[in-house]
């Protein structure tokens, strides 16, 4: 950030009276503006005992396998972002389950919250942000050319839980260092 966006002048980057962090300040009005991690909303769709994946057609991970999801809008709740998503990537009508994961991915400044989902209608597309959409089998989930590593965990406590027959949350932390991703689970509740 360069500029401030109340009046315009030139911001900076200091530790504010009374706050721990570096914050951008504008030096003219004072106002501090606060950058906070933006929430991507997904969910992972069964069908007939199958899986639907997007293959996505925008970067990042072009060409990657994917759960629908994405970056939530004002004005949406969680869920609704999740379904929303759904409808944009594989044309797909869903019914929002249970809360399923909960990934922190701190690299990245994003908090990936990931539902169970159902289709309501037998019918799926492909979407603008998608080059394909289809059902997977578990056996058949092409885990090599998942998208993300958020994406691989929930499918992955989607799938355990299944066979389980329990619905769990689980939580994971995602961070990198030295260019490899450090992964830590949290509870599962």
């Known amino acids: 950030m360069k500029f401030c966006s109340n009046c315009a002048s030139p911001v900076s980057l200091s530790v504010p009276p009374g706050d721990h962090l570096p914050r951008f300040v504008c030096a ?3 106002t501090i503006h606060y950058e906070n991690p933006r929430i991507i909303a997904g969910c992972v769709i069964e069908h007939e005992g199958k899986i639907l994946l997007c293959k996505r057609a925008i970067e990042p991970r072009h060409g990657f396998w994917t ?3 994405g970056f939530m809008e004002n004005g ?3 869920q609704q972002a999740a379904a929303r998503e759904a409808m944009e990537e594989a044309l797909a009508h869903v019914r929002i389950g249970s809360l399923l994961a909960v990934v922190n991915v701190l690299r990245a400044h994003q ?11 037998p019918s799926f597309g492909i979407g603008p942000e998608s080059l394909e959409s289809q059902l997977y089998a578990e056996a058949e989930i092409p ?3 998942l998208a993300f590593l958020s994406v691989e965990f929930a499918l992955r406590r989607y799938l355990d839980d299944r066979a389980k027959g329990r619905e769990q ?3 994971r932390d995602i961070d990198w260092r030295d260019g490899k991703p450090v992964m830590t689970d949290g509870d599962s509740q």
């Open 76 to 78: 949406e709740s969680v």
């Open 67 to 69: 759960i629908p999801a």
């Open 143 to 145: 885990w090599p050319e």
């Open 169 to 171: 949350l689980h939580f």
């Open 111 to 121: 908090v990936h919250i990931m539902f169970r989902a159902t289709l309501t209608q």
């Open 28 to 30: 003219n009005c004072g």
